[in-house]
């Protein structure tokens, strides 16, 4: 288990869709500790292969200590609500910058296990939030995409500022 380094905004490996995890075993375990120590020391409450260079379709969110790690392997939303929410995000990839996005409120999605067991199951406001967001990442969609292109561009100045 280690801290690995996280890939920076605007590295084209965060517009990068990831394969499919396929082979289950310790070298996943091993990936899966260190996104969680990565995201702890960052500090996130998702983090994905992506944010640490690893291309690979994997998910850790741990939105409270108290409410325990959650651990997705390829997941992929089956529905979703038309009832929407605007929530403040932000990303490991580019800490200090943030801006409210609009998402559906509730999801039913598909994933698999670290031992790679299928599951479905439902989510809902912030935990749905977090997963749609760290999905998108797996497809390759970073979040400021999901704004205006004013927005997007007025975060990318303040966030270029703040980098000097």
């Known amino acids: 288990m280690s801290v690995r380094p996280i890939i920076r905004f605007p590295d084209p490996l965060l517009r990068t869709p990831s394969a499919a995890v396929a082979a289950f075993g310790d070298d996943l375990r091993m990936l899966v500790d260190d996104l969680l120590d990565t995201m702890r020391a960052a500090p996130g409450v998702g983090i994905t292969g992506p944010h640490i260079g690893v291309l690979k379709r994997v998910v850790v969110i741990e939105l409270s200590r108290e409410d325990g790690v959650r651990i997705y392997i390829n997941p992929e939303v089956l529905w979703s609500s038309a009832e929407t929410v605007r929530h403040t995000e ?9 801006e409210e996005i ?3 409120k509730s999801i039913r999605f598909r994933y ?5 067991e299928t599951h479905e199951a439902e ?10 967001h760290e999905i998108d990442q797996l497809d390759g969609i970073f979040w400021l995409q999901r704004l205006s292109k004013l927005k997007r ?8 500022k703040m980098q000097d």
Do not use: N, Y
């Not at 561009?153 to 270029?160: I, N, T």
């Open 90 to 98: 932000g990303s490991v990839s580019m800490p200090g910058a943030t």
């Open 102 to 104: 609009v998402r559906p």
């Open 112 to 116: 698999r296990d670290i031992a790679g």
């Open 123 to 132: 989510a809902h406001d912030f935990l749905a939030i977090c997963i749609q």
């Open 153 to 160: 561009d007025r975060l990318v100045k303040k966030w270029e």
